[in-house]
């Protein structure tokens, strides 16, 4: 079937300046889920860096910095929908910008299944733990599913302003907890952990820590995906993305200091915890340890919202395009998309609950997590190759030898390092069946890119034709 576009067709647009800045503030915020991201990482963190552990993810910190200069500044001169899968589609061709929607669909589906098995799993133990009711994690897991596809589906800035408001909660929550600890262990503050003096093995333990700590930043850069929506886009966009990053970087070193001080610095306490903030707010918190409970609640909550607003609208703009099927790339009678919508937390949903009848939620979603961020942070290792391409042959006048140059490389060596620890050789089952699987389905999805190019003869004309504000 050979699929054209007439000239005079109107592809179906999103919500024109439905959101302002500090709603995609709020909504990359949101999406690096600070509570969530850092309870399920620190205890590997600190196995693997040691005391000063914190030094990890600020040497993250400024990996996640590096990769965002390359979304940011194509975002600055062609923002699309498309994000990732747009901005490599204009550099490299259609096939590439095929196989990017392809793998970007995979990995997103996949690596939310992560945030949905949590979601289920922490308010299933909560329950249990301070109702003594017993609910299945996969019927809660339903119940939010179906909530935040209905949210998503009724429009971007009902849907946002949720994010927003449990985002909200969620850090003063935190922050609650964070005081506790600094005034119950008033006696024993110190700022060993910040000290480089005491980093394990040196820079191989910043190495073995660094995949997990990149990960806890991985959502950061996906509102790049809703410019279509957001007023003055080329400037909001980049703004709220670098100081949500920055943001949750001093959030995340102060919750590692204060769970360090908590535990007196003990390497081995802190990594045989399985959430040490929790395990160290709760003592302090005392009968109101709750508090810290509903923290991962609410982050794993907004954390599905901003995932799902903005991974479903790159799907959909990859369907609006032709990159992937058409159906996707249709929208609602609310501006949303419909199809994208579906595929994404249906597969997804339908996903998690397989492999979760194999194991408990909080193990299936590690699991998750780790399958669905290889092509993520492939496709992240490909965008910093783009940026010199693209801006020397289209913005050659514009060309930075800083910005378009020295920090794309300086993203790909610091990418190596974690993509590196999610494929190498010799890892235990079923991770040492991950690579072959991703490798697997990019092959799939090159031979469907290759099918594709011939079904739709303009390809090469759509793929990021559809600027956001124009």
Known sequence: MIETRSSHAQPPRLMKNALGTSDVLAASLANTAPAMSFFFSFAAIAAAAGVASPLAIVVAAIAVLLKINSLVEFTKVTP???SYISYIGKTFGPIPGVMTAWALAFGYIVAVGYVMAVIGGWTSSMFQQFLHVNIPWQLICLVFVLFVGWLVYRGVRISTRWAVVTFGFEMLLILIGMIAIVITNGGHLNFASLNPAHLKNGLSGIGLAFPLAVFMFIGVGNPGAMVEETRDARRAVPRAIYIATIFVTVVYLLMAWTTSVSFHNNVAAISG???????????????????????????????????????????????????????????????????????????????????????GPL????????????????????????????????????????????????????????????????????FNLFPPIVLGWLVVGAIYAIIRRHQVPDLAQRVGSIVADE
């Open 80 to 82: 699309s929908t498309g």
């Open 273 to 359: 915890a399985s959430v040490p903030f929790v395990t160290a707010a709760s003592r302090a918190l005392g009968p109101v340890s709750i508090l810290v409970y509903l923290a991962g609640l609410t982050s794993t909550f907004a954390s599905l919202i901003g995932a799902t607003n903005a991974q479903s609208r790159m799907i959909f703009s990859a369907g609006r395009e032709g990159l992937l099927p058409t159906v996707l790339g249709r929208v609602t009678k609310h501006s949303t998309p419909s199809g994208a919508l579906l595929l994404y937390l249906g597969a997804a949903f339908v996903l998690t609950l397989i492999w979760g009848s194999h194991g």
């Open 363 to 430: 193990t299936v979603a590690g699991l998750l997590g780790t399958l669905g961020t290889i092509p993520i942070a492939v496709v992240y290792l490909v965008l910093n190759i783009a940026v010199p391409v693209y801006f020397l042959r289209h913005h050659r006048g514009d060309f930075s030898i800083w910005k378009h140059l020295i920090v794309p490389v300086l993203g790909c060596l610091f990418l190596i390092l974690p993509l590196w620890g999610l494929v190498q050789p010799n890892q235990p089952a079923p």
